[in-house]
């Protein structure tokens, strides 16, 4: 099973990014997603979720204006779109396909 996570990178304040997850080697259609936000010094927290379908979805109450979450099982990806980046937003972003963890890709909020 490998997860991949790309599409971070260095972001000025109100800035979007689109994060995307890529998963191989499982049945990925069969399987709930999460993503998540590991800021620096702070434990990881949940900001999304998907189920199988993508047709129910979770998004975290602070973020849920900003943040949006979509899967495609044709591909086996998954995006999180970002904006009106902020400085906070700043951090390892992880997404979780099953139990399986990819290694993040880090996100920089600065002017």
């Known amino acids: 099973v490998q997860v991949v996570e790309s599409g971070g990178g260095l972001v000025q304040p109100g800035g979007s990014l689109r994060l995307s997850c890529a998963a191989s080697?499982?049945?990925?259609?069969?399987?709930?997603l999460g993503w998540y936000h590991q800021a620096p010094g702070k434990e990881r927290e949940l900001l999304a979720t998907?189920?199988?379908?993508?047709?129910?979805?979770y998004v975290s109450d602070s973020v849920r204006e900003r943040f949006t979450v979509s899967r495609d099982n044709a591909k086996n990806t998954s995006v999180l779109q970002i904006k009106n980046l902020k400085p906070e937003d700043t951090g390892m972003y992880y997404c979780?396909?099953?139990?399986?963890w990819g290694q993040g890709t880090q996100v920089t909020v600065s002017s």
């Open positions: 979780r396909v099953g139990l399986s």
């Open positions: 080697g499982v049945t990925f259609s069969t399987l709930g």
């Open positions: 998907l189920n199988r379908s993508g047709g129910d979805t």
